[in-house]
């Protein structure tokens, strides 16, 4: 095994997995843009003055799935390099591009012999469109223009974001990416502001950009509530996506967010937030409440209901709540949420991850209505801010894998556990980060259960062992 770990040790990047929704996208640990920084007398100035970063990322991926089904096991190796212009009249030009390599893995693209099931976590490490592909995969994924003021931020072109609807969902090789215009207003230090105007993602584990509607449908697309399989992949009429932020400071200890998305011809989303810090110094006492309502628009993407993604004058509603304690090396919390049987909560995987509090790595809740979510949390960081750990398990009450009116994608009641431990490395090896996250899913429902509703989804266990290199 000597080969494997210094494999492992040699490739290198990426911060491990998962920004929480409310970090600024951090993918380049030296991407921020400094608002102090001095402009250059010339445009070539600015070319000279650019700083160029790299990373390697080596992500190992392991499946066991219940005896007799399919397990699965991928080693991804990729590399990326980004540059940044300097300063020329607060402008700055970005580009950055990624390639990927499967070095090592079993058949992925073999659908599982008793279920017909395909692989579901290891194939988005490279190439979701393609099981086969494993060596032509590499996205020109940042190209933009960039102008800083002292309260303005104004980025246009392809670029990374990380919102409540929209987000990195960073937990495979590279991220999701967008393309449009996105603006940041602080207009102090108690508000902000972030309006973006949206017209190509390119979903994670995918090397393509594609159109608002296109990009819905390139993942598994599950069942209509009539339980015929979903027929809205490239049937999605959508042109752009609106979305606004506002985070607002309302005392020393409350703060509000709130975010709308509209989809075009889709959907529209809005949420709701209040946080709550019962001082600024820790310890401390931290809550939190979530409202998110959703509801169609016009045809939600086609006129043939067979082909819509959101379903003509159907509506869904989410809400949560969070309560717990922290000091400078120790958190805990308690997380609910409930999606009412209203309706199913849809918003396209392809996008980003949940908002939920109760999200838990490896899982979702998207297509999913009725449910009952209650996690528990706990995280140690170590004095030294170099190495921590954090344990979460969770149980999902959800609707009967049968009832396709609130069960998109057949996924039964589950509990699921995750230990995710973090370092980093300081001296000689500075920059190097290290994670392991390994996670267990149960089924939660009494009887039988058919094996197509087990593979991938219960009765299974995952370890990730993600390192990564930053230069």
Excluded: C
Excluded at 63 to 80: E, F, I, K, W
């Amino acid at each position: 095994m000597l080969w494997l770990a210094a494999l492992l040790l040699i490739n290198h990047v990426l911060p491990a997995q998962h920004h929480e929704l409310q970090e600024q996208p951090a993918i380049w640990k030296q991407h921020q843009f400094k608002q102090a920084e001095r402009d250059s007398n010339s445009l070539r100035s600015a070319f000279k003055r650019g700083t160029l970063h790299g990373h390697i990322r080596n992500f190992l991926m392991v499946t066991d799935n219940q005896a007799g089904l399919s397990d699965y096991h991928a080693n991804a190796t990729g590399g990326a390099i980004r540059y940044e212009t300097g300063s020329f009249r607060k402008l700055k030009f970005v580009v950055s591009g990624f390639f990927v390599y499967n070095t090592f893995s079993s058949d992925i693209a073999k659908p599982d012999m008793k279920t017909g099931a395909l692989n579901r976590y290891e194939v988005a490490l490279f190439d979701v469109e393609d099981h086969a592909n494993k060596h032509d995969i590499d996205r020109l994924e940042e190209l933009h223009v960039a102008y800083q003021s002292k309260q303005l931020q104004l980025i246009f072109g392809k670029q990374l974001i990380n919102t409540p609807f929209i987000n990195l969902q960073d937990g495979r090789m590279r991220p999701t990416g967008v393309e449009g215009l996105v603006a940041h207003w602080q207009s102090s230090a108690k508000t902000n502001l972030d309006l973006s105007w949206l017209y190509r993602i390119s979903p994670r584990g995918t090397v393509q950009w594609y159109g608002i509607g296109e990009s819905i449908g390139v993942y598994p697309p599950g069942v209509n509530m009539d339980g015929t399989r979903s027929g809205y992949p490239d049937h999605t009429h959508s042109n752009f996506l609106a979305m606004l932020g506002w985070k607002q400071q309302l005392t020393n200890t409350w703060q509000m967010q709130l975010w709308n998305l509209y989809a075009d011809k889709v959907f529209n989303t809005a949420m709701l937030q209040l946080d709550y810090q019962s001082r600024v110094p820790k310890p401390r006492w931290i809550a939190a409440m979530q409202l998110i309502q959703q509801q169609s628009v016009a045809d939600g993407g086609n006129i043939d209901q067979q082909k819509a993604y959101f379903p003509k004058d159907a509506a869904s509603l989410s809400f949560g709540g969070k309560f717990g304690w922290e000091n400078k090396q120790w958190s805990f919390s308690m997380n609910y949420n409930r999606i009412t049987a209203k309706g199913r909560y849809l918003m396209p995987r392809e996008w980003g991850r949940d908002p939920f509090f109760t999200f838990l790595a490896r899982e979702r809740n998207d297509g999913l209505g009725d449910v009952h979510a209650l996690v528990g949390r706990i995280r140690y960081d170590h004095a030294s801010s170099l190495t921590s750990v954090q344990l979460g398990v969770g149980y999902y009450q959800l609707p009967d894998v049968t009832d396709t009116r609130l069960n998109k994608y057949g996924l039964p009641s589950y509990v699921q556990s995750n230990l995710d431990i973090r370092h980093k490395f300081k001296g000689f090896f500075e920059g190097l980060e290290a994670q392991l996250l390994y996670l267990v899913k149960w089924k939660a429902v009494a009887g039988p259960l058919s094996e197509k509703f087990i593979i991938n989804k219960v009765n299974m266990q995952q370890w990730n062992f993600v390192v990564n290199y930053h230069f």
